[in-house]
C-alpha cells in the first residue's frame, strides 16, 4: 500500500471521528434540527443508524441576554436542549444543552422545569452542558415529563447572561418514540 493510500485513510478515518453530526439527521443537511423523524408538539426525534442514537430535541420559545441587568442583543449558534439514547447501551436518556456560545470549565447552568432546581454542569471549555450523572438525567426526565417548561440560565465568555425558556409541550410522546427507536 502506498504512503498516499495510507494518508488517504488516516483523513478518512479523521473526517468520521471528527464531523459526527454530519450523519445526525438523514439528510446531508448539516443543521442537527434538520428532517425530524417524528414530531409532537414543541418537541422533536432524530436519528443515526451506525452506530445507532437517537436525540430529542427542542429551541426556545423565548430567549433574554442580559449584561450589567440590561438586556443586549447578541449572536448565538444553535440553542438547543437535547436528551440522547445510544441503543443496545447503558446510555439512556443524557440531558444536554447548548446554548450557542462557549462555557467556561466547570460552569454550572441553572435548569428549572416548573420552579425545581437541576444543575447542567460544564466538565471541559465548550458548548455543551450535561446533568451530574444518569441519577440527575432520570430526575431531570421524569420533572420534564410533568412539567410545562424548563428555563436554562447560563454566563457566556463573554459574561452576558442568557435565559431560555423550553415548552414541554411533547416531550413526553417524543421521548417514547425515541426509546422505541433506540431500545436497550
Known amino acids: 500500500m502506498s504512503i498516499f493510500q495510507n494518508i488517504l485513510k488516516l483523513v478518512i478515518v479523521a473526517m468520521l471521528v471528527t464531523y459526527p453530526l454530519e450523519s445526525f439527521s438523514q439528510s446531508s443537511n448539516t443543521d442537527p434540527l434538520a428532517d425530524p423523524l417524528f414530531t409532537k408538539s ?46 443496545g447501551t447503558k446510555n439512556r436518556g443524557e440531558v444536554s444543552f447548548t446554548g450557542g456560545y462557549p462555557y467556561n470549565k466547570n460552569d454550572v ?46 454566563v457566556s465568555k463573554r459574561g452576558t447572561k442568557t435565559r431560555d425558556t423550553i415548552s414541554l409541550m411533547g416531550f413526553t410522546a417524543a421521548l417514547e418514540d425515541a426509546v422505541k427507536r433506540c431500545p436497550e
Do not use: H
Open 109 to 154: 447552568l441553572d435548569f428549572n422545569i416548573d420552579n425545581k432546581k437541576f444543575d447542567l454542569f460544564v466538565p471541559t471549555e465548550g458548548n455543551f452542558a450535561w446533568a451530574k450523572d444518569t441519577k440527575a438525567d432520570a430526575e431531570i426526565i421524569t420533572a420534564m415529563k410533568r412539567g410545562s417548561s424548563a428555563i436554562i440560565t447560563g
Open 42 to 87: 414543541d418537541w422533536s426525534v432524530y436519528a443515526t443508524d451506525n452506530p445507532k442514537q437517537c436525540w430529542l430535541a427542542s429551541v426556545p420559545k423565548k430567549s433574554i441576554n442580559t449584561k450589567d441587568g440590561k438586556k443586549v442583543k447578541v449572536n448565538r449558534g444553535k440553542i438547543i436542549l437535547w436528551v440522547s439514547f445510544w441503543a
